[in-house]
């Protein structure tokens, strides 16, 4: 599924290139970026009289190839590939002891992102939305038990702007995901839901 996913996704791109360079040379630009993200679990749902402990949300970090297709001068399209790591655990207690569980590590995100932008200046603000499926790299570890991490499909919503340099253009992303998909494979975390915030610096041509 995951090789199947970054084959649609680089189709897309590649796609998109080669109509840029015959057709309209100025819509679509290409580059990569970087950020920070802290994880915000949400827990919906425990179960009474079972201690599930507490929610540790960290820092982790991600990095990127990013896009922008241009389709008039309100609207972009922005498709958008990420490794996010995540480093956010919850406590659980096994044998009257609390022992960390991360429902959620490394991850690669596919976003289709749609901006509002606010002017046609160099400097545009910009608002953004759209849909990110958070393909799971790795199972993850809980005492001496492997548990599968499934999928996430999540909604991004953020604000962002683009600043036309002399040689690139420089874009920070203030960025909120809201995942819909129960990460807890644990009877005391009955529904967790991985909720992130990301700060990312773009750079593109």
């Known amino acids: 599924m995951k090789h199947v996913l970054i084959l649609v996704f680089a ?3 590649s796609a998109t290139a080669h109509g840029q360079s015959e057709a309209n040379p100025k819509k679509s630009t290409f580059g990569f970026s970087l950020g920070v993200l802290q994880s915000n679990f949400q827990n919906s749902n425990t179960i009474p009289g079972l201690d599930a402990g507490g929610i540790k949300n960290m820092v982790g970090y991600r990095l990127g190839l990013t896009m922008d297709r241009e389709i008039n001068s309100q609207f972009t399209l922005a498709p958008k590939i990420d490794l996010a790591v995540n480093q956010g655990y919850l406590d659980a207690e096994v044998d009257g002891e609390f022992t960390p ?8 995100d596919f976003m ?3 901006t509002l932008n ?3 200046s160099n400097d545009r603000l910009y ?3 759209g849909p990110n499926f958070r393909y799971a790299l790795d199972d993850t570890k809980f005492s001496s038990t492997e548990i599968d991490v499934p999928n996430d499909f999540a909604l991004d919503f953020g604000i962002g702007m683009r600043n036309k340099l002399k040689s690139f253009t420089f874009a ?3 960025r909120y995901t809201i995942g819909t998909t129960n990460v807890s494979q644990l009877v005391m975390w009955q529904r967790v839901y991985n909720h ?3 700060l990312i610096f773009s750079f593109k041509d």
């Open 127 to 129: 608002v953004l939305f």
């Open 11 to 13: 189709t897309m791109i």
């Open 101 to 108: 569980y991360t429902p959620v590590g490394s991850t690669i």
């Open 112 to 114: 289709l992102h749609g």
């Open 118 to 120: 606010t002017s046609c």
């Open 172 to 174: 920070p992303e203030l």
């Open 196 to 198: 992130t915030i990301s």
